[in-house]
């Protein structure tokens, strides 16, 4: 039986929405691994010649933070490469192939036991992130440019360095395309039925992107800094039967989420929360 848009919401315990602004401090650059129009290394730009802050660079960038944050808060990160992170999880390619006979054998057995299985074989991260056995909880969207005006694309020399000694290759010069500091985009982050490890994880990673990261190529030149700001978050919980009603009838897709206040005071909140009942080492 087909399943209507509104049965698939109701299957949703809750979602939390957070806005925010991704502020470059200085020049940046998602690369299109091609030559641009006016250098050897350009830069993604939309069909109006405007660059693109893709949701896929974001949620990789986000995902570098959380696993870089996951043992402060006593979580679980597999790396997606068990060996390298020492924490065994699905996301592993090598890993799974291994052990993909007890998920098969777990998927038949029963839905509960599917879920079981997930839930030890998977670490928090991609619990969050998604992996092989189970859907993200977490989706990014494209950024929106907010000032296409300050979003000027320049061309900055480089040179080709020697990979051992790390000087300058005599006559190896390239030029590669950057786009001004300045530029700012609106982005936007979905979190559906996310369990307070989820919330924890996700909250830090904002606190650290507002006091800033670097995002794209090149961050080891100085690349890609940016802040983000303006953050603002909103949510439902189907479980409430007036917020429920209240998202299915609200005609305005901006209305049907509630404010739930002070963002910092929430994720606060959150990782509290975790790192009082998580037993060190993470379970
Ligand atoms: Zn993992």
Redesign the pocket.
């Known amino acids: 039986m087909p399943t209507s848009p509104i049965a698939k919401q109701l299957r949703l315990k809750r979602k939390l929405q957070v806005r925010g602004r991704i502020v470059f401090e200085t020049a940046w650059r998602i690369g299109t691994g091609r030559e641009g129009q006016t250098s050897d290394l350009g830069v993604l730009l939309d069909a109006a010649g405007q660059p693109i802050l893709p949701g896929s660079s974001i949620k990789g960038k986000l995902r570098n933070t959380c696993e870089a944050l996951a043992s402060a808060l006593k979580l679980?990160?597999?790396?997606?490469n068990v060996e390298a992170?020492g924490?065994e999880?699905?996301?592993?390619v090598r890993w799974y192939s291994r052990h993909r006979d007890a998920y098969q054998s777990a998927l038949r057995t029963g839905v509960q036991q599917q879920l079981d299985w997930i839930e030890k074989n998977?670490?928090d991260?991609?619990k969050l992130f998604g992996?092989p056995v189970q859907a993200a909880r977490l989706r990014c969207s494209d950024g929106t440019l907010d000032n296409p005006a300050a979003a000027a694309v320049r061309v900055r020399d480089g040179v080709v360095l020697d990979r051992d000694s790390h000087t300058a290759v005599d006559g190896l010069k390239y030029d590669y395309e950057t786009v001004a500091a300045g530029t700012a985009f609106r982005v936007c982050f979905d979190l559906d039925n996310p369990t307070p490890k989820d919330e924890a994880l996700f909250g830090a990673a904002l606190f650290e992107w507002e006091i800033g990261s670097s995002l794209g190529g090149f961050t080891s030149r100085g690349l890609g800094r940016f802040r983000l700001k303006d953050i603002e978050i909103r949510g439902v919980n189907f479980d409430n039967l007036k917020e429920m009603v209240q998202y299915l009838t609200r005609p305005k897709a901006e209305e049907k989420l509630n404010d739930q206040g002070d963002w910092q005071s929430y994720f606060q909140k959150k990782i509290e929360e975790v790192l009082n009942t998580v037993p060190a080492g993470g379970q």
Request: aromatic share 0%.
């Open positions: 679980r990160a597999c790396l997606l992170g924490v999880c699905a996301s592993d998977t670490c991260v991609c992996s």
